[in-house]
T-cell receptor, first 113, second 112 residues
Framework: NAGVTQTPKFRVLKTGQSMTLLCAQDMNHEYMYWYRQDPGMGLRLIHYSVGEGTTAKGEVPDGYNVSRLKKQNFLLGLESAAPSQTSVYFC????????????FGAGSRLTVL | AQSVAQPEDQVNVAEGNPLTVKCTYSVSGNPYLFWYVQYPNRGLQFLLKYITGDNLVKGSYGFEAEFNKSQTSFHLKKPSALVSDSALYFCAVRAIYNDMRFGAGTRLTVKP
């Protein structure tokens, strides 16, 4: 009964390095989301997906790419990390009913030096 | 686009007193409104939601929220606060395009 699992939980990068955050859900949810959480700014939507093979931009998509090759996985990539991308990243998913709530992962803390 | 405002960064209450955490929203059409709570080093957990119907919504852990369409507000309330309610609370709204927008969060501190 894992729900939403994010890996890794912690990562330190140097400016310019690349990395991928993995989000996996075992609830057969159609929709998946990536948010970043910064002090005083709440959660801001980076990208989201409404189904396998689809992705869409959120509020703050620049500097990130995503892929949803399998329904259960949603990957967030940073091609060239910048200090401004230091943040805590949360993945979430939900089912297809209009008012379904989001189920969140535990978060991934990324530091870019 | 939809948006949410939480006007208070911090709310402090004494244990046993009622608490209110404020939220206002902006959305085209009828909103789906949510409250989530975040404990330290954890992901967000769902508390309650408003879809339609009764303006007073009851949720987990004794929390409730009142939807006010004319004031475009969805304030979170609890009649008697507990120390264990201390956490970060987020209001969220969803309308079209399948994405959920969150407020900046309000840190609730309940003192013994």
């Amino acid at each position: 009964n894992a729900g939403v699992t994010q890996t890794p939980k912690f990562r330190v990068l140097k400016t310019g390095q690349s990395m991928t955050l993995l989000c996996a859900q075992d609830m057969n949810h159609e929709y998946m989301y990536w948010y970043r959480q910064d002090p005083g700014m709440g959660l801001r939507l980076i990208h989201y997906s409404v189904g396998e093979g689809t992705t869409a931009k959120g509020e703050v998509p620049d500097g990130y790419n995503v892929s949803r090759l399998k329904k259960q996985n949603f990957l967030l990539g940073l091609e060239s990390a910048a200090p401004s991308q230091t943040s805590v990243y949360f993945c979430a998913s939900r089912g297809t009913a209009g008012a379904n709530v989001l189920t969140f992962g535990a978060g991934s803390r990324l530091t870019v030096l | 686009a939809q948006s949410v405002a939480q006007p208070e960064d911090q709310v402090n209450v004494a244990e046993g007193n009622p608490l209110t955490v404020k939220c206002t929203y902006s959305v085209s059409g009828n909103p789906y409104l949510f409250w989530y709570v975040q404990y330290p080093n954890r992901g967000l957990q769902f508390l309650l939601k408003y879809i339609t119907g009764d303006n007073l919504v009851k949720g987990s852990y004794g929390f409730e929220a009142e939807f006010n369409k004319s004031q475009t507000s969805f304030h979170l309330k609890k009649p008697s606060a507990l120390v264990s309610d201390s956490a970060l609370y987020f209001c969220a709204v969803r309308a079209i395009y399948n994405d959920m927008r969150f407020g900046a969060g309000t840190r609730l501190t309940v003192k013994p």
